[in-house]
């Protein structure tokens, strides 16, 4: 049973920083291409990075230059590390994996590569 857990959401000001986590198990962790998502009620889910097996990683634009992706592979676990946040980074984030991927991390449709999802953490970032 796949299992990803996601924590270390909350509430900041705008410019401030908070780190996700993703606690992975019941699989070969490695082997699997790590992405983190992030939704808005009432709109769609929206890629914000991903990273690969070999440590690859990609960026929605509008997280570039702010928010930096990586995992621990001894640990099993992903993260999301987000400074200078911003209002409009507002949404539940969710920790994803999938064994293969079609899609762009900014493309509309990227989340149909991924099969398996955590419960998602609220990020809420006051102005």
């Known amino acids: 049973q796949v299992q990803l857990v996601e924590s270390g959401g909350g509430s900041v000001q705008a410019g401030g920083s908070l780190r996700l986590s993703c606690a992975a198990s019941?699989?070969?962790?490695?082997?699997?291409?790590m992405a983190w998502f992030r939704q808005v009620r009432g709109k769609e889910r929206e890629g914000v990075s991903i990273i690969d097996n070999d440590g690859n990683t990609d960026y929605v634009d509008s997280v570039k230059g702010r928010f930096t992706i990586s995992k621990d592979n001894a640990k099993n676990t992903l993260y999301l590390q987000m400074n200078s946040l911003k209002p409009e980074d507002t949404a539940m984030y969710y920790c994803?994996?999938?064994?293969?991927?079609?899609?762009?991390?900014?493309?509309?449709?990227?989340?149909?590569?991924?099969?398996?999802w955590g419960q998602g953490t609220q990020v809420t970032v006051s102005s």
């Open positions: 019941g699989y070969t962790y490695p082997t699997y291409s």
């Open positions: 994803a994996a999938a064994g293969e991927t079609h899609f762009e991390i900014g493309d509309p449709n990227s989340w149909l590569d991924y099969n398996f």
